[in-house]
């Protein structure tokens, strides 16, 4: 069965004080590893795709990295409009009908 | 371009009363599921379908039925409400092992 675990359940942070969140997951076959960005009362929103060990992508302060066990989101000098739960989820080969999801992590930048 | 769309946002329902949340996506996309979530659970998956005519069981569909008659809706009836089902619902979408979209979710209480 697939397990996506995320850490750490929450991370307060300074405003430019950059840190990393972990995502591990164990799949038969990974087919795709999503990072979403959820706010308080709205539905998750896709942030990046990874679909193959050491792929990258970066947008604005965020950077999603990928190893075969393991994804990382490096938020660079945040600022308080990155507070939010960034969740993590997988696309495994036999059963692709269905996303895994981590728990999230919360993250809460303070000007 | 709507994406996925949720109705009703709010609801509140006494034990026992049945009800239908509404799902429909303007995306062709022939996965759709739905899901759970509480606090410290994450997204559970309730149903899913993988094409018209085409539905499943996720994690936990105990007093959840779908149907999936259009690719474009997806509507989840709660038989009998229970208390236990007092959750937001989230509906999603994809194409193959492309990003989900998700909609904005349904509050619901149950008294």
């Known amino acids: ?111 | 371009n709507a994406g996925v769309t949720q109705t009703p946002k709010f609801q509140v329902l006494k034990t026992g009363q049945s009800m239908t949340l509404q799902c429909a996506q303007d995306m062709n996309h022939e996965y759709m599921s739905w899901y759970r979530q509480d606090p410290g659970m994450g997204l559970r998956l309730i149903h899913y379908s993988v094409g018209a005519g085409i539905t499943d069981q996720g994690e936990v569909p105990n007093g959840y039925n779908v149907s999936r008659s259009t690719t474009e809706d997806f509507p989840l009836r709660l038989l009998s409400a229970a208390p236990s089902q007092t959750s937001v619902y989230f509906c999603a979408s994809r194409a193959g092992n492309q990003p989900q979209h998700f909609g904005d979710g349904t509050r619901l209480s149950i008294l």
């Open chain 1, 1 to 111: 069965e697939d397990q996506v675990t995320q850490s750490p359940e929450a991370l307060r942070l300074q405003e430019g004080e950059s840190s990393s969140l972990n995502c591990s997951y164990t799949v038969s076959g990974l087919r795709g590893l999503f990072w979403y960005r959820q706010d308080p009362g709205k539905g998750p929103e896709f942030l990046f795709t990874l679909y193959s060990a050491g792929e990258e992508k970066e947008k604005e302060r965020l950077k999603a990295t990928l190893t075969k066990k393991e994804s990382f989101l490096h938020i660079t000098a945040p600022k308080p409009e990155d507070s939010a739960t960034y969740l993590c989820a997988v696309l495994d080969t036999p059963s692709d009908y269905k996303l895994s999801f981590g728990a999230g992590t919360t993250v809460t930048v303070r000007a």
